[in-house]
């Protein structure tokens, strides 16, 4: 009797610990309000684009381990080898390190600059692979687009593709496509795993950009705590910030994930497994693979605080089991005071947005985001020194 009530109390302290420590507190009061759809029904294109997925999964059909990552991978790089590259040029750039290309629409007049990072779950995805996207972002914000490959696991660790998107964000600050300037406004973009940092890196700003005015504001009592405050010399938030069907919560808890499994064409099968397993199980495989807690705001942004942040745009369908990441996180961040907008699609498949030219949807997305954008600039004559 007394090793099956040791057992009870070891495996209940396991669920606790999993839950309050690696889970976090419970989110769903976020859950409402509820945003009505951009469009009701998807368009008949859509039906092309779920054809096209398909054939795709066909083609990494029987393949296991990394026979399997590295045909998505390859997929995934040449997913933008058709597209249109009018009206813009394309440059390598090396952002202190971190390698990529800036996308640069005609015309550019050197006054804004947005970093763009990429999805693919963390393990796939590349800035070639993902010019559709950059392209047509450069086209429609007349911004130049800094397209990073940030390291991607399993490979690297987690914390090292963060550190990427850290150290590319400070260096486009300070370097343009043509010259080293600082920049007039600053923008930074992301889908899925690429939206999860997106929203990693605005708070990361805002708190680095606090601490570093505190240390320059204080005496520095030696050459390290002088040097660390001068280097970040004009860091600070982005103008804004757009998400395209985010992850903002590592800690599996968003109800979508289970209510959506069955809708979503791109991601639902995935989910359908990972519900199979108990949430607590998943929390400590996330814990033991990442070295940190799922719910750590560094990997989910929702679970931070989110006030005093730049203004926000989150796009998402209404389909997809990642909707509630995003519900939650802008529910979340109002709550808080920042200016963060929801727009939803019902039906559309997770980031139509990489479908450009092909769904409407997906046009309809880019020029909202266009008026964002121009509703987020600086006014003119401002600088990134006069922001910070």
């Known amino acids: 009797m007394v090793w ?56 990494v059909q029987g393949l296991r381990g990394r026979d399997r990552l590295h045909k998505l991978r390859e997929l995934f790089h040449h997913m933008s080898d058709d597209v249109e590259l009018t009206d813009v040029s394309i440059a390598p750039a090396d952002a202190d390190g971190v390698p990529g290309e800036w996308v640069i629409p005609a015309g550019y007049d050197g006054q804004g600059r947005l970093l763009y990072i990429h999805g693919g779950a963390f393990v796939l995805g590349s800035a070639t692979g993902y010019r559709r996207v950059t392209a047509q972002l450069a086209r429609k914000t007349g911004l130049a687009v800094l397209a990073i490959d940030y390291r991607l696991m399993p490979e690297h660790r987690r914390r090292d593709g963060i550190k990427d998107c850290q150290t590319a964000y400070r260096w486009m600050l300070k370097n343009g496509p043509t010259d080293r300037s600082a920049a007039k406004s600053a923008f930074i973009a992301g889908d899925s795993a690429g939206g999860n940092l997106t929203l990693m890196l605005v708070a990361w700003s805002r708190d680095k950009e606090a601490r570093d005015k505190e240390a320059r504001d204080k005496e520095a009592r030696d050459k390290e705590a002088r040097d660390k ?38 991601l639902g099968p995935l989910a359908a497994m990972v519900n199979r397993v108990p949430r607590t199980l998943l929390l400590y495989f996330a814990w033991a693979n990442g070295r940190i ?84 600039r600086p006014e003119p004559g401002s600088t990134a020194a006069d922001a910070a």
Not at 234 to 261: E, M, V
Not at 296 to 309: E, F, H, I, Q, T
Request: proline share 9%; net charge negative; charged share 25%.
């Open 4 to 59: 099956f009530l040791s057992l009870v109390t070891v495996l209940v302290a396991l669920w606790a610990f999993a839950r309050l420590f690696l889970g976090g507190r419970n989110l769903s009061a976020f859950d409402f309000p509820v945003y009505d759809p951009v469009r009701e029904a998807p368009s008949p294109e859509h039906s092309d684009v779920l054809h096209l997925l398909g054939e795709m999964g066909k083609s």
């Open 229 to 266: 405050a001068a280097g970040d010399e004009g860091l600070r938030p982005p103008d804004g910030a757009i998400a395209l069907s985010p992850a903002t919560d590592s800690a599996f808890a968003s109800p979508s994930l289970k209510h959506n499994a069955e809708d979503d064409p791109m």
């Open 293 to 376: 807690r799922p719910c750590d705001p560094v990997v989910s942004p929702v679970r931070g605080s989110l006030a005093d942040l730049p203004p926000i745009l989150i796009q998402a369908s209404e389909a997809e089991i990642l909707i509630d990441d995003a519900r939650r996180y802008v529910n979340k961040a109002r709550h808080e005071g920042t200016p963060a907008e929801l727009e939803t699609w019902h039906g559309m498949i997770h980031v139509w947005q990489a479908f450009a030219g092909h769904l409407p949807e997906a046009d309809e997305a880019y020029d909202r985001i266009s008026a964002f954008v121009e509703r987020c």
